[in-house]
């Protein structure tokens, strides 16, 4: 969804309308006068192919149809250079005026010329979706990352955003564990249906002890059909209210809760809701009913169920709404949160990040919202990612063979973190920059992949400060903290402007860093992080080839010189930005 203030502020488009112009002048069809980035950059910056297709419907020679164009725009004080090439590109080279100016305008804009929606949704993220009793591990890495970054740039997009860890904590999985206490502890009083005394307020397990107790419930589940009968059994009788179980399971989740804050906080990530599939559970008889009545569900050998696919060739299978047993799938819980959050919440677009392997569920539970006309003007998208594997090309786990914590895995990226410099610096100082440096390492090499990819996690070479990782973009933005600290300069006293481009590699800086709005408009379309980190990447390197041609502290030229600290102050403010959405921190000194 492309809503933006000013279709302008991105240069491709601005330069597109200039072609347009041209292009109705000549009576030519505007549709072609596309202007974008060149593919050939030795050619010009940017390209125009629109007298290619137009050669068809004009039966003229596309070089004759460019010339003409090139010939309408190129008196414009905008380019420097406008000229056809056979068979009919046209390559488009920007005034060095021009791009300074442009460039001064995105220095002096407290949103660096990016543009902002005029039509601010409300947006539900829901993302996290850790199960209770369990703690994080590696696997669960993606979803936090990929949606926080997400949040951050919907916000800064201007819409209102509520993000949502929405818990597991409604499943069989709580049955298995409810039995596994039983008999670990038969006499609590939570397994006692005649006891109508005040419960604990103290758990009987901690966290740790239910990483532990749930594979063993789970196993045990899986061997022994009885046993997982007796799970989904009390699954059954805590959905429908059972006064022990309820007490029991408050306990799984508050202990739970309190561990899952503690590392979403290590990880910098906060969310607004901390809601679970059990907050649904007052509305879901109704809406049961509803489907009943409406027709969209049927029963099916003592299941309710509602058939989504659209047609006989269409093989996806019916959401199961109520199991015989009268239980209630997750798949249940996941319409009622969306009746919750378009009626609650006025939810206008919900985005679940979710892995890819969930997208049949998705496809059905949309479906199913369709049918029902819960969400009729909700947009419901499905952020799938690709999952997160070790060197092996299979699920990371830890050197011993077991699955990593991410309390873990921050910890090691802790461990290959160094500080290129120490000096001055007291231990607390230290510490904290080894933790930035610990999460740009993890979040830039998991947000840096198309998201719907699976990907390989080498802890070392993402430690690396060189090539394309965390630690090689804090340390350039450190630089440049280094560089205007040294002159007496911050990001605050911007005195002077950016002048014209003194040589190649200052103008192809400037150049670059034109390129942010696009970069941002595209991330916001698409929810796809990876464009801001090759953008940032690019910006980087782009900087330091500037920085080893383009003296700065002992160039002689006092107009040149300040016209390049002003050009350092952008990069550094674009590089904080950019990392600052993809949810890193830089720090002052490395």
């Given at each position: 969804?492309?809503?933006?203030?000013?279709?302008t502020?991105?240069?491709?488009?601005?330069?597109?309308?200039?072609?347009?112009?041209a292009?109705?002048?000549?009576?030519?069809?505007?549709?072609?006068?596309?202007?974008?980035?060149?593919?050939?950059?030795?050619?010009g910056?940017?390209?125009?192919?629109?007298a290619?297709?137009?050669?068809?419907?004009?039966?003229?020679?596309?070089?004759?149809?460019?010339?003409?164009?090139?010939?309408?725009?190129?008196?414009?004080?905008?380019?420097?250079?406008?000229?056809?090439?056979?068979?009919g590109?046209?390559?488009?080279?920007?005034?060095d005026?021009?791009?300074?100016?442009?460039?001064?305008?995105?220095?002096?804009?407290?949103r660096?010329?990016?543009?902002?929606?005029?039509?601010?949704?409300?947006?539900?993220?829901?993302?996290?979706?850790?199960?209770?009793?369990?703690?994080?591990?590696?696997?669960h890495?993606?979803?936090?990352?990929?949606?926080?970054c997400?949040?951050?740039?919907?916000?800064?997009?201007?819409?209102?955003?509520?993000?949502?860890?929405?818990?597991?904590?409604?499943?069989?999985?709580?049955?298995?564990?409810?039995?596994e206490?039983?008999k670990?502890?038969p006499?609590?009083p939570?397994?006692?249906?005649?006891?109508?005394?005040?419960?604990?307020?103290e758990?009987?397990?901690?966290?740790?002890?239910?990483?532990?107790?749930?594979p063993?419930?789970?196993?045990?589940?899986?061997?022994?059909?009885?046993?997982?009968?007796?799970?989904?059994?009390?699954?059954?009788?805590?959905?429908?209210?059972?006064?022990?179980?309820?007490?029991?399971w408050?306990?799984?989740?508050?202990?739970?809760i309190?561990?899952?804050?503690?590392?979403?906080?290590?990880?910098?990530?906060?969310?607004?809701?901390?809601?679970?599939?059990?907050?649904?559970?007052?509305?879901?008889?109704?809406?049961?009913?509803?489907?009943?009545?409406?027709?969209?569900?049927?029963?099916?050998?003592?299941?309710?169920?509602?058939?989504?696919?659209?047609?006989?060739?269409?093989?996806?299978?019916?959401l199961i709404?109520?199991?015989?047993?009268?239980?209630?799938?997750?798949?249940?819980?996941d319409?009622?949160?969306?009746?919750?959050?378009?009626?609650?919440?006025?939810?206008?677009?919900i985005?679940?990040?979710?892995?890819?392997?969930q997208?049949l569920?998705?496809?059905?539970?949309?479906?199913?919202?369709?049918k029902?006309?819960?969400?009729?003007?909700?947009?419901?998208?499905h952020?799938?990612f690709?999952t997160?594997?070790?060197?092996?090309?299979?699920?990371?786990?830890?050197?011993?063979?077991?699955?990593?914590?991410?309390?873990?895995l921050?910890?090691?990226?802790?461990?290959?973190?160094?500080?290129?410099?120490?000096?001055?610096?007291?231990?607390?100082?230290?510490a904290?920059?080894?933790?930035?440096?610990?999460?740009?390492?993890?979040?830039?090499?998991d947000?840096?992949?198309?998201?719907?990819?699976?990907?390989?996690?080498?802890?070392?070479?993402?430690?690396?400060?060189?090539?394309k990782?965390?630690?090689?973009l804090?340390y350039?933005?450190?630089?440049?903290?280094?560089?205007?600290?040294?002159?007496?300069?911050?990001?605050?006293?911007?005195?002077?402007?950016?002048?014209?481009?003194?040589?190649?590699?200052?103008r192809?800086?400037?150049?670059?860093?034109?390129?942010?709005?696009?970069?941002?408009?595209?991330?916001?379309?698409?929810?796809?992080?990876?464009?801001?980190?090759?953008y940032?990447?690019q910006?980087a390197?782009?900087?330091?080839k500037?920085?080893?041609?383009?003296?700065?502290?002992?160039?002689?030229?006092?107009?040149l010189?300040?016209?390049?600290?002003?050009?350092?102050?952008?990069?550094?403010?674009q590089?904080?930005?950019?990392?600052?959405?993809?949810?890193?921190?830089?720090?002052e000194?490395?």
């Open positions: 969804m492309t809503a933006t203030a000013n279709h502020a991105i240069l491709e488009n601005y330069l597109t309308d200039l072609f347009v112009k292009f109705d002048v000549l009576g030519f069809d505007s549709r072609f006068a596309k202007v974008q980035l060149s593919a050939r950059p030795e050619l910056q940017f390209q125009c192919n629109g290619m297709p137009l050669a068809k419907t004009l039966k003229k020679a596309p070089i004759q149809i460019a010339n003409d164009i090139v010939t309408q725009v190129q008196s414009d004080k905008v380019f420097s250079d406008v000229n056809a090439v056979m068979p590109f046209i390559n488009i080279t920007l005034s005026d021009f791009l300074a100016g442009w460039s001064n305008r995105m220095l002096k804009d407290l660096l010329g990016c543009p902002k929606t005029t039509n601010p949704l409300k947006v539900i993220m829901d993302f996290g979706g850790p199960n209770v009793a369990k703690p994080l591990h590696v696997g890495i993606r979803s936090p990352l990929i949606g926080d997400l949040q951050r740039v919907y916000r800064f997009y201007g819409d209102e955003v509520l993000s949502d860890v929405h818990l597991g904590d409604w499943g069989t999985q709580m049955g298995m564990l409810i039995e206490i039983r670990m502890h006499n609590l939570y397994f006692n249906e005649h006891y109508t005394g005040e419960y604990p307020k758990s009987p397990v901690t966290v740790d002890a239910l990483s532990e107790i749930y063993r419930a789970s196993g045990r589940c899986k061997e022994d059909a009885n046993e997982m009968e007796k799970a989904r059994l009390a699954t059954a009788e805590l959905q429908k209210g059972r006064r022990g179980y309820r007490a029991l408050q306990h799984f989740v508050d202990v739970s309190a561990e899952l804050k503690k590392d979403y906080g290590d990880l910098g990530i906060y969310f607004d809701l901390w809601k679970g599939e059990s907050d649904v559970q007052p509305i879901i008889d109704q809406m049961v009913a509803d489907c009943l009545k409406q027709k969209v569900a049927e029963n099916s050998q003592g299941a309710i169920i509602i058939p989504v696919a659209e047609n006989e060739d269409d093989k996806t299978p019916p709404l109520v199991k015989s047993d009268g239980a209630v799938m997750y798949g249940t819980t319409l009622a949160t969306i009746l919750e959050r378009v009626e609650d919440y006025q939810a206008q677009k985005i679940y990040v979710v892995d890819k392997r997208s569920h998705f496809k059905q539970v949309f479906a199913a919202a369709k029902l006309s819960i969400a009729p003007e909700t947009e419901l998208v952020i799938g690709g997160l594997n070790g060197k092996d090309g299979k699920p990371f786990k830890t050197r011993s063979g077991g699955v990593m914590r991410l309390s873990t921050i910890d090691e990226a802790k461990s290959r973190a160094s500080l290129r410099e120490q000096e001055g610096l007291t231990e607390a100082e230290k904290d920059i080894i933790e930035k440096v610990a999460l740009a390492t993890v979040k830039f090499a947000l840096a992949n198309v998201y719907t990819s699976d990907y390989i996690f080498d802890l070392d070479k993402f430690s690396q400060y060189e090539g990782t965390g630690p090689y804090l350039s933005a450190v630089r440049i903290k280094s560089i205007l600290r040294k002159l007496g300069r911050n990001l605050e006293n911007v005195s002077t402007d950016i002048g014209k481009a003194s040589n190649d590699a200052e192809n800086l400037q150049l670059k860093l034109t390129e942010l709005p696009q970069v941002l408009q595209k991330t916001y379309d698409k929810c796809e992080p990876h464009h801001l980190c090759e940032a990447y910006v390197v782009q900087f330091n500037f920085y080893a041609e383009s003296p700065i502290a002992n160039e002689d030229n006092h107009s010189k300040e016209a390049r600290i002003a050009l350092c102050q952008l990069t550094l403010k590089l904080v930005f950019v990392l600052g959405l993809l949810g890193i921190e830089v720090p000194r490395m």
